[in-house]
Every structure is written in structure tokens, then in C-alpha cells.
């Protein structure tokens, strides 16, 4: 798995106190195992989040119940095995809250993930509870990103917005302090259809049969990232930068 393999370098190089992934693809595309998981885990992501192929892998749901660190949307429906939000101990004794949202255009219908994150958000106050707050937005529409990104802005320290598989260029910090970018990208083979191997999703497209199994492309993997530094008192952003490592993307590495 790329990004495990990347992770503790770029953990070190960029002197991250916290790391959260999204991970509800790296099962080739659908899901995500435990023993993936815990790689991941193992390999220095603090948080892993999930989102519409959460229960891709049925063996998630045991495992989600015993890995509070594995969260999925929080707007999931009550009695949804799992949490969609961990409280995160840093290693300088500082907390950081992750949350999971999922967004509804072109999705399921789920609860509102508007009132679900201001309910969370209710609990905690960034800079004062919390010193960091990161909120993944899982979503579709860009309309509806940036519409969630405007209304916690000053609240959190980032919005992500994570499912297209193509990092978008609008990184920035919001009027109130919060950075955004309504997506991070996939990390995956960039020369494929969202990570697929292109032929067979390209004739899914012409002729409307879908014949054949979609397999993951499996060339050299594009690792994407969001770089993000918040301030100490007041966990808001300071500076946003996107980070791309290896594959057909233009590299992108924050200077730290
Ligand atoms: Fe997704």
C-alpha cells in the first residue's frame, strides 16, 4: 500500500503531530480490511476515516466496534456500528478531535451532515477543549464542500473534503481561519479512471454493459496529502499546502 509505505518518511520530513487518512478505498477500490487498517495504523496515521464503501468489507464492522480510531461518517444512521468522531491524544498532550462527515448530493440520503457536525461541534472548543479540529467532509458535489467548509468556518482548523479521487487546486484559509480544500485527492495510480484500470471503465462508459469486473490500475501510485499548520492558541490555520509525492502528478512537498 503506497501511502503506508510513504507515511513514515513523510511523518518525519514534514514533522507532523497528526495524521489522519482516508482509507475507505484501499481494498482495491472497495473498503478497507482490518489488516489494512492496521497498517495503516502501524505505520503513523493517528485517525483513519471511511465514507460510502465503509461496509465494503464485512469484516470492518468487528473490527470498527473495537478501533475507536476508525471512524465513519457521523451522519451514518443511529445504531451504525462505530463512531464518527475520536478524540485524539497528541504526543504533547494536547487533543485533537477528527470527525467524519458525509455529504448528500449524488449519495445516500443520511441524517443532515450539517446539523450532525454542529451538534459534535457543540462539545468542544477549539483552541480552549481542543487544540486542533479536523473535519472530513465526504462528499460528491463541490457546491455542497465548500457550503460545509463556509459554515464551520472559524470553528475548525480543517475542512478536507475527500471521495472524488482528484485533488482540486482551492486550497486556502477561509476568512474566519479554517483551511479548506474540497478535495484531497486520491493516492493511486493517476493514469486510470479515478483509480481503475481505464480500459474496462472506459467501455463502461460507451456502451452502458457492465461486464467486467473493475480492477485497480497498478501503476506507480501518486501519494496526496494536505499539509496543514494551525496555531497553538487559537488551533486555527496558519498555513495550507497540498502534498503529492511520486506517480504522474506534479510533485508538491511543503518546505518545513
Ligand atoms: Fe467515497
Known amino acids: 500500500m503506497a501511502v503506508a509505505a510513504a507515511l513514515p518518511k513523510l511523518r518525519e520530513v514534514l514533522r ?14 472497495f473498503g478497507l480490511g482490518p489488516d ?6 502501524a505505520a503513523g496515521a493517528d485517525a483513519i476515516t471511511l465514507g460510502n464503501h465503509a461496509w465494503d468489507r464485512k469484516e470492518l464492522i468487528p473490527y470498527i466496534a473495537e478501533t475507536p480510531r476508525l471512524i465513519r461518517p457521523l451522519n ?3 445504531g451504525t456500528p462505530g463512531a464518527g468522531s475520536i478524540l485524539i491524544e497528541l ?3 494536547r487533543r485533537a478531535l477528527v470527525l467524519q462527515a458525509m455529504g448528500r448530493l449524488y449519495l445516500d440520503a443520511l441524517d443532515c451532515p450539517f446539523r450532525g457536525t454542529a451538534v459534535e461541534l457543540s462539545k468542544y472548543r477549539l483552541g480552549a477543549s481542543v ?5 472530513d467532509f465526504h462528499a460528491e458535489a463541490s457546491s455542497e464542500k465548500m457550503a460545509y467548509a463556509h459554515s464551520f468556518d472559524g470553528q475548525v482548523s480543517l475542512v478536507v473534503g475527500t471521495h472524488t479521487h482528484c485533488p482540486s487546486a482551492d486550497h486556502q484559509i477561509l476568512p474566519g481561519g479554517t483551511a479548506f480544500q474540497s478535495d484531497a485527492g486520491m493516492s493511486g495510480d493517476y493514469d486510470s479512471v479515478i483509480g481503475m484500470e481505464k480500459t474496462i471503465a472506459i467501455r463502461r462508459f460507451w456502451t452502458k454493459v457492465p461486464s467486467e469486473k473493475l480492477n485497480p490500475a497498478e501503476g506507480e ?11 497553538d492558541q487559537t488551533g486555527l490555520a496558519l498555513r495550507v499546502e497540498p502534498v ?3 506517480g504522474r502528478l506534479s ?3 511543503p518546505l518545513v
Open 16 to 29: 507532523i503531530d497528526l495524521c489522519v487518512v482516508n482509507a475507505e478505498n484501499a481494498s482495491h477500490g
Open 36 to 41: 489494512m487498517a492496521r497498517d495503516l495504523f
Open 76 to 78: 451514518f444512521p443511529p
Open 91 to 93: 504526543a504533547n498532550g
Open 131 to 135: 487544540a486542533a479540529i479536523v473535519a
Open 221 to 231: 501510485a501518486t501519494v496526496c496529502g494536505l499539509f496543514v499548520v494551525t496555531d
Open 244 to 246: 503529492r509525492q511520486g
Open 251 to 253: 510533485p508538491a512537498m
